[in-house]
């Protein structure tokens, strides 16, 4: 078959087989696309592994599919169709085996093939917390200004976010959608959706002008998955379709994250479930890039500010936490508790009060006020 006749039948099949079909995609590998196309047309014996009425039904859709139309509908939307071995073709879709797309509409002027090798899906509930919404936000601007492309689905909440902060940032994002990509969805998205085609990319399975359903959600939740290295999952109930993705990644091999949220929250009851199986906490941009980053691209270390306790010397730290927070207590008991001589102890108790840690009462020495408040808070007095 030539290459604008297997595109020409694998558009044909987009509109009449579903997506996700794995007795469809069995067909395509068994007896290829060109036969499959002619049982389907000719409207003979069933193929293997359907019944008659499920047969009859692929027959009657075959009978109104028109592929030369959807591909005019496409070009006049600036639309393109994207086959399985096409040189824009992400290879990673093919870890879906049978359940494989037979093809992908694509709108935007980027290269799929090339985004997609350095992506990472961002989502999450739709009715998401304010919580949600800023996290989503700045770890897809976070991955963005690293050079890393968000992929998400375009529905409202951690959706919406994440394309929102890759697009603020200036970066890449991909939406996938469960509809026809001439056909924004959800419909208070279509400003978002035609800007992500500008200055992105949207795709999708279903031929022009074709509508979403539940199954179609959750069916496009397999290619997010298979198309980028890792999935993170920022806020999803316990029956989020979010999940979906998330072990779809794991099935695939791929880097499942989450980010926790309150304890209290019903949104964060789903990633909480999946951190406690094989998802990986994240907290922000660098941490999702050092799992699926290249060798070397690793997070910064996490600490807390530096204290000018912190930059005292190690005996005079020791001399310090020996003193006892509510009285004065005699240099040679501090000494003892230090593990030091007196005279070392002495020494060092004068060097903390010049820095005002601690003060001399008679013959002892004491936490100053500012010091005990200062521990309390986890400060320095300084």
Known sequence: MSAGGELTARVFLARVVEPGDETAGRWLREFGVAEVVRRLRDGGAPLPGVSGTRWGGLVARARQAEPERDLEAARAAGMRFVCPGDAEWPAQLDDLGDARPTGLWVRGRAGLRLWALRSVAVVGARACTEYGTHVAAALASGLAERGWVVVSGGAYGIDGAAHRGALAAGGATVAVLACGVDRPYPRGHTALINRIAEQGLVIGELPPG???????????????????????????????????????????GRFTMGVPGPVTSGLSAGVHELLREEAVLVTDAADVVELVGDMGELAPPRRGPVLPRDLLEPAARAVLAALPGDRAAPAAEIARGARTTPDDAIARLYELRALGYVERHGDGWKLTRHAVISARRGRSPC
């Not at 290619?223 to 099935?251: D, F, H, K, P, Y």
């Open 210 to 252: 074709d509508h979403p359903t539940p199954s179609r959600f959750i069916l496009r939740n397999r290619v997010i998955a298979a198309l980028t290295r890792g999935t993170v999952v920022v806020e999803a109930a316990c029956r989020s379709g979010s999940l979906v993705t998330a072990r779809a990644a794991q099935r695939l």
